[in-house]
Every structure is written in structure tokens, then in C-alpha cells.
């Protein structure tokens, strides 16, 4: 085949631009550690890359959900905690009243005692955190409890969160479980007040047995919550664990693997530079220096 | 005497075939470097002899032509692969910009609806909120701007597009008409008996660049005049006359049409190929598919958060309204997602509007539940939004992974034809150096003859003193 120098300024052009442009590609991954910056990088990742990053963006909305529902929570149980301490004291107080050895003048004062604890309870069946009542179902800017004999005006709809994609867990305890229904705690604190009052201690006996249950009904809703946030806390280990899970996914996809990268740049360099070194040589030869 | 005089004339002969090899050879070397120049050569035969008492004596050396070294497969062959090279080379350019606007990086599409939902995700917890009802809100319009502006941006595509090809056509049919003027050129110097190779050079190479343009095949008839012809057999030049080709603009779109003298041809994607018709594809194929799957998403999107949206009360009390506005096709025929990535916008005009729950309550967050349930759901061709745009990317994605395959192909076909051309019919300097030497070798001897002769003639001259 004749060579003509035409023909080898055009294969050495050719040549010398596909190697600089590989190397120009390999510097951009280099500078960049990203390997995946386009579909046609890799287009079979597409979905990957997009599912895993809408994946980590929607677990860390789930982890913000769950800090929220956990820091009501929380604030719920100690509300309630005090709310036991007030229902011990109750029993407490009836069954010293119970005890033959208490004064109509013991009674009245365990009477008034009686009616602060009521208000202190109802002060905990109206807790408040950010604004918005804890126990008032969907109403929570309305107070709940309220009037003489006290009423619960909030709703009795669970508040439900999204801890997870699909899962939901309920973050609130409505106020008509904890203080209304079955036993209405309010109700019974005013006729335990009445009794000690008249000191009728038949009905003093009859209220140990229902402030008893109206303390369960109280420490069985808590216990729920409880489990509630156990869960939450379940569900943020296994959303951390994903988290990782898809952050190294999509490094694998987008970031670039620097060592390899750094190899083949130097693959590349050393064949431009090569294509460089031959470029430099056409025409060198020439039957003109012979004559 | 006589004999001495014809002498001379052989030895000028010598002379003048040295001459003319020279010049030659000076004009090869010349163009050594000129695009689509081929090689000449000089075409050397005996003269006639003539009788001269009872023998016959050669009467030297005579220039019978000066030959042009044909390629002539090759020639087809460029043809051919320049077609091919100027269609995908004319793709990579709106592909890649396509891309950039289906982008997989953070500020996609696909992260705009993560944020959408998500700030519906932050309504759930605080339903009540004013904040983040505004952030629902400003998340949503954020999300209609994105489609709004991705479909304005794919307009853009296509409208310079539309410039390039009308920047294409005028100098298209220019050639065109240059390649119908060499055919005329080209017959009327064979015809006088001249060679016409420069001509001819010129021709092969107008040939070639129109076939990058608008993809051709030619014919050269047995009286040297080219016919080319579109890929689908429509007459671009036949003999001295060329059809021209003509640009409208219909509905925003150049449309292209052939003018065949009596009638119009308007020419489809099938007629064209080399860069209009990579550019021609990249416009009608791929954008379309790219808008048309853009609406789906857009339309789908709106009809479902809508949908869900009404299907709760905002924080007055009335039942949702709808949250996005997307205006339907006034072409009865058309696709009802039709240009719904263009008109997405935010119907919703206040925090208060937002439908967050079953009821009017402030802590009301059952319907803000349901919206975002529709992240994870199948809404569109049995895929999640997320998914479905996933999908519209990577399809792009491949598009471009194979027209810059096709495209390092086609140019490494290209240059390995031109390689070939050069091989068949290039300039080798020193190949050129080398006959160059031969004349200057002939010249020589020649001239060397002629004194010889002319030495002779003095002495048959200085008989008679």
C-alpha cells in the first residue's frame, strides 16, 4: 500500500484525538470522583442511582418523623408518669381515710388535697407541647378538658406517623381512653371529694376499687405508647442500617474508583504520549535528505 | 542534412516530455496537501515512426495524456461513509443536550418529586403548621417550574434544531447546483478532448460533503455527468440540472420539500439522511418521545395528587380544590396528557387550601397520609413517578451511549475510506521527489543528445572550409 503524508497526518490526527479525549475523560473522573454524571455513563444504573437517592432522602424524612412523634411521646409518658404519681396519691389519701383513726377535719382537709390533685391532673389531661394539646385527638388547639363536671371535647382519632415507606405507627393517646372511658377519672375524683366530705365510708371503699382501676386504665394507655416508641426505636436502627445500605450502593455507581482511575490515566497518558512522540516524527524521513 | 535536423526534433522531444513530466510532478507536489486531489500522471508514448529510405525511424517521445489515478470504489465508499459519519455526528450534539436536561445529578426531576413529597412527609407530623404548609406549597410550584422549564428547554433543542437545518439548505442547494455545473463543465472539456482531472477532483469531493449533509447515492453515466439521488431514489441532480430543496416553516417545524420542477415532493425522515437527516431524527424521533413521556409523568402526577387531594377538607372546612392546573389538548385527537409538562403550574394559591385531613382539625394529617402513599404507588405504566422518569433517562441514556458508539465507528469507517483514497490516488512526496529526479535525469540525456547533434552539424558545417 503507497503511504502518502497526507494520509499519515490524517491517521495520526485521528489517533491523537481519540487518546486525548480518553485522557480528558479520565481527568474529569479524577477531579471529580464521580463517575456517573450523565445516563450514558451508565445508563443500566439510571434506576438505581435515582431509586437509591429518593430512598435515602425519604429515610431521613422518616428519621425527622420519628424524632418528632418520639420527642411528643416522650413528653407524653413523663405527663403521664406524673399522672400515676397523682392517681397513687388519691388511693393513698382514701385509704388513710379509710383508716377508722381519721377525724371529720382529717377527712375535709384530705378533701381539699383531693380537689388540688384533680386540678393537677387535669392540668396533665391538658399538657401541651409546641402549641398543641397531647391528648386532644385531631382538635389539639382546642383545650380538651374543661367544665364542672369536666367534659372532653377533643376527638378520639389516633394520630399516625410514617416511620417507614408504607409503615405507619400511632404517636398520640387520645384523652377519652386515658381519663374518660371506661372509667371516667374525673367523675370519680369529684365523688371521692364528695364522700370524704360527708364521710361516707362505703362509698370511700367503693372508690379505692375504682380509683384502682381508673390507675390502670391510665398505666395500661401509657404502656402502649411505650411500646409505641420501642417500636420507633426498632424502626430507626433497621432505617440507619438501610441508610448505609443504599449509600454505598450508590457511591459504587457514582463515585469514581480512584486507584483504577489513577491506573488507567496513566494507561492513557503514556499512549498520548506516545501518539504525541510519533506525531512528531512524520515527514522526518524523507527521500530529499538523500539527494 | 536531413537526417541531422529530424535528430534534433527527437532530441526535443526528449526536452519537452522531461518538461511536462516536471510539471507534473511539480503539480502533484504541490497539491500534495489539497483535500480530494488526485494524483497525475504523466502518460509517455512513441511517437509514430516514419520510413525513411526503406527503414523506419522513431520520431522520439510524445505527451499522449495526462491521466488522473482513479478510485473509483473508493469514492462510493466515501460516499457512503460520509453519509453515515454527518448523521450521527450531527446527533451527539441535541443528544447530549437532552440529556443534561433529563439530568441524573441531585436537581433532576426525580429529586424535585422527592421534594415534593417530602414536604408533604413534614406536613404529616404538623398539619396545622402555616410554615410548612407553605413549604408544601412552595415545593409543588418548585416542581410544576421544573417540568415547565424541561419542556421550554427541549423546545429550545429543537428550535436550533430548525435553525440548522435551514442553515444547512442554503448551502446545500448551492452545491447541489456547482455539482449539476461541474457535470456541464466536465462533458464539455471530455467532449473537446481534453482531460478535465481537476474538475473531476472537484466533483468527487462536492459529491462527498453533500452526502455528509443530506445522504446520497450517485451514478455516473457513460457520458462522465453524475446523477445523485436521495436515499429513497427522489432526484437531487441529473445531468445539468438540479432539483433544489426548499424549508418551510409549519407550526414552529421546518418541513423540507424537493422542488422536481412540475411537482413538490415533501420529504419524511425516510428520504433523509447524513446531518439533516441525524438532525431531522434527533427532532421528530427522539424529542417527541421525550416531551410525549415528560406529559405522561406531568398529567399523572396532577390528575393523582389531585384526585387524593379533593378527597379531603382544607383547613376551612371545604373539601379540597384541585392543587395543580394542567390544561388539557385542544386537539380532540391528541393524547390527554398532551402538553401537560408545558401548562403544570400550582393551582393552589394558600396554606389554608391545603386539604390535610378527613376533617377541618387542626391535627387532622389523614389525607396528607394517603398523598404521600403515592410516592410508593404504580401510577404511570405500572411505575412510581420516581421510576417512570428513571426510565425516560436511561432510555435517553442509551441513545447517546449508541450514537457515540455509531458515531467513533462511522468516523473510524470514514478515515480508514480517506486512508485508502490517499493510498489509491494520494500525493507521495517522495515518490514525486523520485521522478523528479528521473526527468531532471531525461532532461538531461536529451539535452546532451541535442549538443551532441549540434556538434555533428558544425562539423558537417566547417566541410567546405
Do not use: C
Not at chain 1, 411505650?226 to 424502626?235: F, I, P, W
Not at chain 2, 522531444?13 to 513530466?21: D, Y
Not at chain 2, 408545558?342 to 393551582?347: F, G, R
Amino acid at each position: 500500500m503507497r503511504s502518502t503524508a497526507m494520509g499519515q497526518y490524517r491517521s495520526v490526527q485521528h489517533n491523537l484525538s481519540k487518546a486525548s479525549s480518553r485522557v480528558d475523560r479520565l481527568y474529569l473522573q479524577a477531579t471529580t470522583g464521580e463517575k456517573f454524571r450523565v445516563a450514558s455513563d451508565n445508563p443500566s444504573a439510571v434506576g438505581t442511582v435515582l431509586s437509591s437517592r429518593s430512598g435515602i432522602t425519604m429515610q431521613e424524612r422518616h428519621m425527622e418523623n420519628i424524632a418528632t412523634a418520639q420527642d411528643r411521646m416522650d413528653s407524653a409518658d413523663s405527663y403521664l408518669g406524673s399522672a400515676e404519681n397523682v392517681m397513687q396519691r388519691l388511693t393513698e389519701i382514701t385509704t388513710a381515710a379509710l383508716n377508722g383513726s381519721a377525724s371529720q377535719a382529717d377527712l375535709t382537709t384530705y378533701a381539699n388535697e383531693v380537689a388540688t390533685l384533680k386540678e393537677q391532673l387535669l392540668d396533665v389531661a391538658n399538657a401541651q407541647v409546641d402549641g398543641k394539646y397531647l391528648f386532644a385527638g385531631f382538635n389539639d388547639q382546642i383545650v380538651p378538658f374543661s367544665g364542672d363536671p369536666v367534659v372532653y371535647g377533643g376527638t378520639t382519632d389516633s394520630k399516625w406517623i410514617e416511620s417507614g415507606p408504607g409503615e405507619t405507627v400511632q404517636s398520640n393517646l387520645t384523652g377519652d381512653v386515658l381519663f374518660i372511658a371506661p372509667v371516667d377519672v374525673f367523675g370519680e375524683i369529684d365523688a371521692l371529694e364528695a364522700a370524704l366530705l360527708t364521710g361516707d365510708s362505703a362509698v370511700l371503699d367503693e372508690k379505692l376499687a375504682t380509683l384502682e382501676q381508673a390507675a390502670e386504665q391510665i398505666r395500661s394507655q401509657r404502656g402502649i405508647l411505650g411500646s409505641n416508641n420501642a417500636r420507633l426505636d426498632d424502626s430507626l436502627v433497621l432505617l440507619e442500617d438501610a441508610q448505609l445500605q443504599l449509600q454505598s450502593t450508590l457511591s459504587r455507581y457514582e463515585d469514581a474508583d480512584l486507584p483504577q482511575v489513577v491506573s488507567e490515566m496513566a494507561q492513557a497518558e503514556q499512549a498520548l504520549e506516545a501518539a504525541l512522540a510519533v506525531s512528531s516524527r512524520i515527514a522526518s524521513l524523507s527521500l530529499l535528505d538523500y539527494l | 542534412m536531413a537526417g541531422l535536423i529530424s535528430a534534433l526534433y527527437i532530441g526535443q522531444t526528449g526536452l519537452m516530455v522531461s518538461q511536462k513530466g516536471l510539471e507534473v510532478t511539480g503539480n502533484n507536489v504541490t497539491n500534495a496537501g489539497t483535500e480530494g486531489y488526485s494524483r497525475q500522471t504523466l502518460e509517455v508514448s512513441a511517437a509514430p515512426s516514419l520510413e525513411y529510405n526503406g527503414t523506419m525511424v522513431g520520431l522520439g517521445a510524445t505527451v499522449s495524456g495526462i491521466g488522473r489515478q482513479g478510485a473509483a470504489f473508493v469514492s462510493s465508499q466515501l460516499v457512503s461513509k460520509s453519509a453515515a459519519y454527518g448523521e450521527q455526528d450531527a446527533m451527539a450534539e441535541p443528544l447530549a443536550e437532552i440529556e443534561r436536561i433529563l439530568s441524573v445529578t441531585d436537581t433532576s426531576l426525580a429529586g424535585e418529586i422527592d421534594a415534593f413529597f417530602e414536604a408533604w412527609q413534614s406536613l404529616s407530623t404538623d398539619p396545622a403548621s402555616t410554615v410548612v404548609r407553605q413549604q408544601v406549597l412552595q415545593a409543588g410550584d418548585a416542581l410544576a417550574d421544573q417540568f415547565n422549564q424541561m419542556e421550554q428547554e427541549l423546545g429550545q433543542v429543537e428550535e436550533s434544531i430548525n435553525i440548522g437545518i435551514e442553515g444547512e439548505i442554503g448551502g446545500l442547494n448551492q452545491q447541489l447546483e456547482q455539482l449539476a455545473d461541474l457535470n456541464v463543465r466536465i462533458l464539455s472539456t471530455e467532449a473537446s478532448g481534453q482531460t478535465a482531472n481537476g474538475l473531476r477532483d472537484e466533483r468527487d469531493l462536492l459529491v462527498q460533503q453533500i452526502s455528509e449533509t443530506i445522504g446520497i447515492q450517485t451514478y455516473e453515466s457513460s457520458n462522465g455527468m453524475i446523477s445523485a439521488q436521495l436515499t429513497s431514489g427522489l432526484t437531487l441532480v441529473e445531468g445539468g440540472s438540479a432539483n433544489l430543496l426548499g424549508a418551510q416553516r409549519v407550526d414552529g417545524a421546518v418541513l423540507l420539500s424537493l422542488d422536481m420542477g412540475s411537482a413538490q415532493a415533501s420529504l419524511g425522515l425516510e428520504d433523509l439522511g447524513g446531518r439533516i437527516g441525524g438532525l431531522m431524527s434527533v427532532r421528530d424521533g427522539t424529542i417527541q418521545t421525550v416531551r410525549s413521556q415528560l406529559d405522561q409523568l406531568a398529567y399523572g402526577l396532577a390528575t393523582q395528587v389531585n384526585t387524593v387531594h379533593g378527597g379531603g377538607l382544607d383547613a376551612e372546612g371545604n373539601s379540597g380544590s384541585d392543587f395543580f392546573t394542567v390544561v388539557g389538548p385542544t386537539d380532540p385527537a391528541a393524547e390527554l396528557w398532551s402538553g401537560a409538562a408545558a401548562s403544570l403550574s400550582l393551582a393552589l394559591t394558600s396554606g389554608s387550601q391545603l386539604a390535610a385531613g378527613a376533617s377541618s382539625a387542626t391535627g387532622d394529617n389523614t389525607n396528607v397520609l394517603a398523598l404521600v402513599a403515592l410516592q410508593n404507588e404504580n401510577l404511570i405504566d405500572g411505575s412510581t413517578l420516581n421510576e417512570f422518569y428513571s426510565r425516560v433517562a436511561a432510555q435517553l441514556g442509551l441513545a447517546v451511549e449508541q450514537n457515540s458508539y455509531d458515531l467513533e465507528t462511522s468516523e473510524d469507517a470514514l478515515v480508514q475510506a480517506q486512508s485508502l483514497r490517499d493510498a489509491l490516488a494520494g500525493v507521495s512526496v517522495d515518490e514525486e521527489v523520485l521522478l523528479m529526479t528521473q526527468y531532471q535525469s531525461g532532461y538531461e540525456a536529451a539535452a546532451k543528445y541535442v549538443s551532441v547533434v549540434a556538434e555533428m552539424l558544425d562539423i558537417l558545417m566547417g566541410i567546405g572550409d
